[in-house]
């Protein structure tokens, strides 16, 4: 994704974002969906930070967790992505004096929604869930650690430039599709999702293995931006019976 449609991207669904967005079909898989070798699932941020008592809790952020668990024996591949920032990291409102969060500010690389203290390396907000059971994960990705760069998406940096390595380790190990679920839907699981499509993978997200901040509006706009790049949108029961 270039730094323009990370601008684009951030405007429509950050704290500033407007709904002004024309609607776009959404993009539904057909049923019982088999995941092969070619096939990985995408465990996006599913930390203590962001499930309830967290220091940035998506609502029933911790009600993905089983679903996950069950999803997880489906694939072959999975990989487990985890925010992990520095103390006064740039994407902090405490690093920007006058700021709030959940307000926004301008960076080198675009506009920055501002969000309170979390995720700090090494701190027990940033561990993964403690219920979280994925014994065949093969790879956790840490994203945001880089002092003056935010990072939502597993495979690129808020800077549009910056790659985490992801795209080059799927494709080594031959998968060509990823299936995208976690915390939260509107922000890393999206921008996971729109990289995914961008490093030419087909991509999917689940919808119940996943859950949004929306954020002004932010939830339907990513939704409308992920159907129009092709990513489509299923539930865990199109994978695994309920």
Known sequence: MTT?????????????????????PLAFAAASI???AKSALLVVDVQNCFV??????????EQVVPIINKLSGAFENVVVTQDWHTAGHVSFASAHAGKKPFETTKLGYGTQVLWPDHCVQGSADAALHKDLALPKAQLIIRKGYHQGTDSYSAF????????????????????DTVYVCGLATDFCVAWTALDARKAGFKAYVIEDASRGIDLNGSLKAAWEKMAKAGVKRIQSADIVAA
């Open 4 to 24: 323009m449609q990370r601008r684009d991207f951030v405007r429509h669904i950050g704290a500033a974002g407007l709904l002004g967005l024309g609607a776009a």
């Open 34 to 36: 088999k995941p092969d």
């Open 52 to 61: 309830t008592g967290g220091t940035l809790p998506v609502k029933d952020g």
């Open 156 to 175: 690129m940096e808020a800077d549009g430039k910056t790659s985490t390595g992801l795209a080059a380790y799927l494709k080594a190990h031959g998968v």
